[in-house]
């Protein structure tokens, strides 16, 4: 069911600090997008066959902002990509895993998502994605 880790994605302040660090390791940061109904901006930073996804709040009421604000920046989510989204979505529901999301919304680069709750998942956001 799943293919690869898509994106791992790191809650930060700012993604202009940030991207620094990445710089330095010989990474390009690329990708830049708002997705405006999660009140995120999100910048891509591809390493191998994965990405590292930077997540920046647009606004204080930002799910992004109030996950910094309980537990400081780091590791937010991990997305894990699928070829078909609703059947994976209608296999963990059949084996008890609780959903976040039923039904898949948009994510970044047109990408649809959903999130899985992390009573389900040993405390871990997990995403799970499908391209295009
Ligand atoms: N890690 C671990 N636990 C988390 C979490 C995280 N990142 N985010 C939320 N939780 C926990 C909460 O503490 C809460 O736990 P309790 O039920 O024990 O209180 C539970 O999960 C549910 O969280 P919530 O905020 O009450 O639930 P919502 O339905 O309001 O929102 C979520 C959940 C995950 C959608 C939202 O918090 C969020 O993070 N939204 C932004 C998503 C995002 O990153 N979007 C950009 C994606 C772009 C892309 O990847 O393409």
Redo the contacts with the bound molecule.
């Keep these: 069911m799943l293919k690869k880790v898509?994106?791992i994605?790191i809650?930060v302040r700012s993604i202009e600090e940030a991207k620094r660090f990445y710089e330095v390791m010989g990474l390009q940061v690329e990708g830049y997008e708002v997705?405006e109904e999660?009140?995120?901006k999100?910048a891509f930073v591809p390493v191998g066959e994965t990405r590292i996804?930077l997540?920046e709040p647009t606004s204080e009421d930002?799910?992004?902002a109030?996950?910094i604000a309980?537990?400081g920046e780091g590791?937010?989510?991990i997305?894990f990509e699928v070829d078909d989204i609703e059947k994976a979505l209608e296999v963990l529901k059949e084996n008890g895993v609780r959903l976040?999301?039923e039904e898949p919304r948009?994510?970044?680069?047109g990408?649809r998502?959903a999130?899985l709750?992390?009573?389900s998942t040993n405390?871990?956001?997990i995403?799970i994605?499908q391209e295009g």
Excluded: M, W, Y
């Design positions: 898509n994106h994605g809650a997705v999660q009140k995120v999100v996804e997540l930002s799910p992004v109030k996950f309980k537990r590791i937010h989510h997305a976040i999301d948009r994510g970044a680069h990408t998502i999130f709750h992390p009573k405390g871990v956001l995403e994605c």
